[in-house]
């Protein structure tokens, strides 16, 4: 029987965030992001979770609370691909090949439970795995170079485009596959990296599940007081 796994990247530095510290342990409604997240994660019941962290990382034990089947990992990589690949190296003694891994963005605090279990339910019985998405619903213009004044080039056709959200859910030897590609170190999501190697003919394209607008991933200190909102209105609805 296939288990899955719970993988949390959490070894950036949020150089773009701009605070000083990583983003992930910036506080969000009392607790730290990474904490919110994990919380949110503990509805997939009794997968355990693995936090990969910076091996420098000094502040995870001392701020995140302990929660019951979170192990930390200080395995991370200069790229996001690396830390996941990294990660999957640590679980080869653990894992079967057709086992899931659940990767999800510690910057995701606000990902609503229905949406984990949907990507559960629907990804479950698929030979490669899939992730959460959201159709395009803005009109999308494609911009020239230009860094000081740009001008649109052309408008695209929004029809076929989604927003890839986490978590991205992939059989394990397939994923480990994937990250091991020399081009998958540019891959900006695991999704990417599976996109790669179905390219080869090695596996089907990845399956797209609807997601929430809700899963707000948190780029700017300013996201931080909206995914409080999303928080507190997801907890009322749930009272």
Known sequence: ??????????????SRYGSG?????????????????LERLAALDSSPIVVALAPDDAEFERVVAR????????????????????????LV????????????????????????RRLVDVV????????????LGDTLKLADASPDAPRVLRTEDRRSLWLAQTP??????????ALRLDAAGEATDEAQAVEMLAATGACAMPRLVPGSAANLKVTWPGDLALAAKILESQDEGEA
């Not at 019951?68 to 640590?90: F, H, I, S, Y």
Request: proline share 9%; with cysteine.
């Open 1 to 14: 029987m296939s288990r899955m796994w719970i993988v949390v990247p959490a070894a950036g530095a949020g």
């Open 21 to 37: 510290r990583p983003k992930q342990y910036e506080d969000l409604a009392g607790a730290p992001m990474l904490q919110r997240s």
């Open 67 to 90: 929660q019951p089947g979170v192990e930390a990992l200080r395995c991370g990589g200069e790229t996001r691909a690396a830390t996941v690949r990294n990660t999957l190296a640590a």
């Open 93 to 116: 003694p653990r894992c079967g090949e057709r086992d899931w891994v659940l990767v999800h963005d510690a910057a995701r605090p606000c990902v609503p439970r229905d949406a984990l």
């Open 124 to 135: 479950g019985d698929d030979p490669v795995g899939g992730l959460l998405a959201l159709p």
């Open 168 to 177: 991205q859910m992939f059989r394990y030897g397939i994923l480990a596959q």
